[in-house]
């Protein structure tokens, strides 16, 4: 990432304009300079790949869990059809075993 640049010489005269006295208002703009030069900044295209990676590993997450949730949706199916066949087995044994009139 790179530090952004600005013009410390027009900071200086915009704090003088402010009403800074002038050595104080190139102090602060040097300072300032100096503390952007070392700060570790972002810039839109570090932002802009940073949004891209982020895309494709959402987009990994989601196909992802969507085959995941298939082959939920499918063990569910057959869980559900198993005790539909198991229920209607004792429904038919307990009418078979049901004394007739």
């Known amino acids: 990432m790179n ?13 003088e304009a402010a009403g800074l006295a002038a050595p104080v208002a190139a102090g602060t703009a040097a300072a300032l300079a100096d503390a952007m030069v070392g700060a570790d900044l972002a810039t839109k295209s570090d932002l802009a790949s940073t949004e891209s990676r982020l895309m494709g590993a959402i987009r990994t997450v989601e196909s992802s869990l969507e ?4 082959l939920l949706r499918r063990d569910m199916t057959i869980k559900l059809g198993g ?7 004792i429904i038919l044994t307990a009418i ?6």
């Open 3 to 15: 530090a952004v640049p600005f013009d410390t010489l027009k900071l200086a005269r915009d704090l």
């Open 67 to 70: 085959a995941k949730l298939e």
């Open 83 to 89: 005790m539909i066949f198991v229920a209607v087995g």
């Open 96 to 101: 078979r075993f049901m004394p007739h009139p």
